[in-house]
């Protein structure tokens, strides 16, 4: 009988490379470098003595071996994860209650896929969002009205558990024909006699207020907006200028709808991690929510860096 050193972590390897298209994001969606993962790769093409995948190719070409393999773990990961997923709720119990509140206006666009893959996952779970947007959304979990809450920091001082999300950047968005167009990035001073254009929330809460102009001192005149899509209206009939996640409106630059620009050299990222009381943080039910939030958010969110 022929030894295999086939193992699962080689099957989510496989399929980590087809869902993300390329050996580095793969690497990063399963937190492994790159080295690493190439070297899972190479020795399975020693062991079999065929390609797996075309190297060159852009999407990734699977070899006939390649998507051999990928038909075995189509059809055994599944099963491996139900099985484990049954056995933590003979073990523990698994009924209760999952209550997400959100600080962040753009948050359910790329939150509502995860949310319907623990619905599938989790049937017995209640799954469900605190309603309305919430400026201190940890105060919710520690007032036991929500389980876990989206966040944009980490407080040491906060008595919760950070599950660390992914980093993001964000762009300052103007108008076709802008003066500042031509500029490679915008500085502090370019926002100086603008309009800004932000969610009705406090500057505490805006990136681009909190690490970018007020040390400044700058504060230029400001309008706010509920929705994303008004906000980008109003840019693109030149009321201001706004700053927001590359992800949140990546759309709409496909369309050339507005223009975005750096802030800074180096560009301005934000954060998100998802908080939850400590005694939930190693629930089952938690760890692979926070999974399938991260799975979800790197495959269909350009862009974004795993935490």
Same mark, same amino acid.
């Given at each position: ?54 190297? *060159? ?42 209550? !997400? ?42 007032? #036991? ?5 989206? /966040? ?18 964000? /762009? ?19 926002? !100086? ?7 009705? /929330? ?7 207020? #909190? *690490? ?50 750096? !802030? ?26 926070? /999974? ?16």
């Amino acid at each position: 009988m022929i030894q295999s050193i086939l193992e699962l972590r080689h099957l989510r390897t496989l399929a980590a490379l087809r869902d993300s298209g390329s050996v580095s994001r793969a690497a990063e969606l399963l937190n492994l470098t790159q080295s690493a993962l190439s070297h899972q790769l190479r020795l399975l093409e020693e062991q079999y003595g065929a390609p797996l995948f075309e190297r *060159k190719s852009v999407p990734i070409q699977f070899s006939p071996a390649g998507l051999r393999l990928l038909q075995l773990a189509d059809g055994l990961l599944p099963r491996v994860s139900e099985a484990e997923r049954d056995i933590a709720r003979l073990a523990q119990g698994m009924t209760g209650q999952l209550r !997400i509140a959100v600080e962040c206006h753009t948050c359910f666009d790329w939150l509502m896929p995860a949310i319907d893959e623990f619905r599938r996952r989790w049937p017995e779970v209640e799954l469900d969002i605190v309603s309305g947007f919430h400026a201190d959304p940890v105060e919710l979990l520690r007032g #036991r009205r929500a389980d876990l809450a989206i /966040v944009s920091e980490r407080d040491a001082a906060e008595p919760v558990h950070y599950f660390p999300l992914f980093r993001f950047e964000i /762009v300052a968005l103007l108008a076709q024909g802008h003066p500042l167009e031509a500029r490679p990035h915008l500085t502090p001073r370019d926002f !100086i006699g603008q309009t800004l254009i932000t969610y009705p /929330v406090p500057d505490d809460m805006l990136d681009i207020m #909190r *690490k970018v102009l007020t040390p400044r001192g700058i504060n230029p005149t400001r309008r706010t907006a509920e929705l994303t899509i008004v906000i980008l209206q109003l840019v693109a009939s030149r009321r201001g200028l706004a700053a927001l996640p590359r992800w949140a409106v990546q759309s709409y630059l496909d369309r050339d709808y507005v223009v975005p620009k750096p !802030i800074g050299k180096s560009g301005l990222s934000g954060e998100l991690f998802a908080a939850c009381p400590p005694s939930l943080a190693s629930q089952p039910f938690m760890e692979d929510f926070v /999974v399938i939030v991260r799975e979800s958010s790197f495959l269909n969110l350009r862009g974004i860096e795993l935490l």
